[in-house]
């Protein structure tokens, strides 16, 4: 099945502690986006990237880094310096980076503060 | 910013009653997109109307435009308990925006 895969589902992080959340995605796709949602809240974009070795920030890229080595994957890392990380991170991607194209979305992974 | 604000931000019905949602933004847009989200799941694509459509349907979804109110609503008829999610409007222009969504609850 092609499809966008989030792992961990749950992950916890510990004070001063840096933390990779996975997105990998069999689609083909070009352009990846990492988004954050507090609760109730909608979403809010971290990081996009349009093609492998490039990636340009989003309105809260502060505290978070990303890279873009494989098509495939699009790891998102939670430094030390995101001071309030806890929420829930949604990975989508889409064919190519525009905006006539539906975004597809993994299943997530929720980042707790131990 | 281009940002769709969703209303009502919460919405509780019976199964078998309609839903309807709005959406309304600000500045011009190529399109407009509705997504849901089950609780703590990722978002799934609901239907896209372009700029120049006013009418759209896809099962038991029905959505409007109207670019001169800035405004687009989802209609969902004939509910079920399966349709209780959050949804989202996202408004195309330059990048993909999304606004705070509606939390639909449908009591079976």
């Known amino acids: 099945d092609g499809g966008i895969t989030q792992s961990p589902k749950y992950l916890f992080r510990k004070e001063g502690q840096n933390v990779t959340l996975s997105c990998e995605q069999n689609l083909n796709h070009d352009a990846m986006y990492w988004y954050r949602q507090d609760p109730g809240q909608g979403l809010r974009l971290i990081y996009y990237s349009q093609i492998v070795n490039d990636f340009q920030k989003g309105d809260i890229a502060e505290g978070y880094s990303v890279s873009r080595e494989k098509k495939e994957s699009f790891p998102l890392t939670v430094t030390s310096a995101q001071k309030n990380p806890t929420a829930f991170y949604l990975c989508?991607?889409?064919?190519?980076?525009?905006?006539?194209?539906?975004?597809?979305f993994g299943s997530g992974t929720q980042l707790s503060v131990l | 910013s281009q940002q769709g604000e969703e209303d009502p931000q919460a919405l509780s019905i019976q199964e078998g009653e309609n839903a309807t949602m709005n959406c309304s933004y600000k500045t011009s847009i190529n399109n407009l997109q509705w997504y849901r989200q089950n609780s703590g799941r990722g978002l799934v694509h609901l239907i896209l109307i372009r700029s120049n459509e006013r009418e759209k349907h896809s099962g038991r979804l029905r959505v409007t435009l109207d670019t001169s109110k800035k405004s687009s609503s989802l209609l969902i008829t004939a509910s079920r308990a399966a349709d209780t999610a959050s949804y989202f409007c996202?408004?195309?222009?330059?990048?993909?925006?999304f606004g705070g969504g509606t939390r639909l609850m449908v009591k079976p």
């Open positions: 996202v408004c195309a222009g330059n990048m993909l925006t």
């Open positions: 989508a991607s889409q064919r190519q980076i525009a905006t006539n194209e539906k975004l597809f």
